[in-house]
């Protein structure tokens, strides 16, 4: 075992110095590609009319003027962008010819709205990173943190109401969008718009917006779900554990399904929400660190293992798996690096899991013999997840392909099946191991009050009157019962034989050698 321990910790310092050589330093700003076909009238491209075409609502399909780097006269209606190259609006930063742009970029575009009182709105998709709209040069929107300290983080689709003062006749918008894509992302999330955008009637707009964010919410649903089985399972374990204090497997257990639960919820949240990733993964990797620890331990103390040298190296890379985050946001390693390492330091942990279970199912251990199964599919499916996972953050975005998950009846995942699989195998163990202990403790306290009663028995419950002398007793054992005990024997002869004895020790074991004393 200290062999192949030796090995691998040679062959994991190898691949962590490979995985943590920084990356070379790209220009934030990729020279301007050509423009993808040049209309005749290149300023009627741009243009979108709510007026001439009379429908509710306009999809943005179309060209806008592109142009790479950061100059806050941009926003500007009146700036002559007849320069700038012309792109396919729907399409992200890969797909018009910009590969793994990172850093700022902006778009222009024109709306025409009729006049009249009617009012109108613009909605916008996704778009990576951080982005700020403005309506005729006025700020009208920021998601995000942009230059000169931008932050990374992840934008939701959005609904601008725009202008809506009564317009006596025809108003021209000009929209331009400044948009800053994180280095971190470029690689496998391509800046830009992920989708298309539109123009059109408010009431229309929100509406279908809030549609669309129904289905996202519904497609994160598992993650609701099944953080709040975990939340559950936590509340059963921890409330068993305060029941049985010294029986830690259900402490173990409580923060086990902490950990994932909360990281479930956090993670739900911040997929539908706004916000600085730096922030979210640090509470995930918290979280994700206190399941890892905890299982390592719950499995530990549930078979009564040892703290051996595979234990001790699969506890350590637990907490070098915490580690990964903060060299990522330092810049230290790439996404797709830190995705690697997390892979290598999750590979002692499970395995130890693993081989430790299957070892305790092959000395017919019942409780490993019904986890052996709920346990390896939840292992496997986490590490093909995570697998599939760093295979796209190296680029293979055909990886995707590979992920597993159901929309119907509701929606899940592989790892989300696995895990609760393993949830409730695991609430099944422990309920009947505290039943078991429960039927124990009612046989251990029934056994007590036989001795008890046997105790009576040797204790004198009344006292004899004795010419001449008055006596008083007490009895208090320390525990149910005790190793103490007392006689008072009159005899004929008119003298009295008082006898106390004191068996050492406490509890049943003393009243037994009481007894046969």
Known sequence: MKHLLHKFAWLLGLLVATATVPAQNKPHLAPAGPPLGTPADPDSVTTFSLQDDREPVVLLDGQWRFQTGDDPRWADPNLNDRQWPLVKSGSDWDEIGYHNLDGTAWYRFHIILPPGQEAFSLRLPVIYTCYQVFVNGKLALTQGKLPPNPG????????????????????????ALRIWHSPLWSRYRHGGLQGSAEVGRSDLLHEQFDRQEQAYLWQYSDDFDLGALDLLAFAVALALFLTRQSEREFLWFALLVLGQGAYHLIRAWDFLHTGNLVGYEFIETAFQTLFLASALLFFRTLFHGKWTNAFVFALACCGLSALVAPLTWMGAVSVAQANLLTVIFLLPVFGWILLFVRQQAKRKQPDARTLRWPITFLILSHLYSQFVWTMQTFGFVWFSSFSLRWRHPFYFTLDDLAEAVFLLSMLVILLRRFALRSREQDRVESEIEAARSVQQVLVPETLPRIPGLSIGTAYHPAQEVGGDFFQILPLNSG?????????????????LQVSLA
């Open 495 to 511: 003298e009295t034989v008082i006898v106390i004895g004191d068996v050492a020790g406490k509890g049943l074991p003393a009243a």
């Open 152 to 175: 990374t983080y992840r934008s939701r689709p959005v609904v601008i109401d725009l202008p809506s003062a009564p317009r006596p006749e025809r108003e021209e918008l000009t929209i």
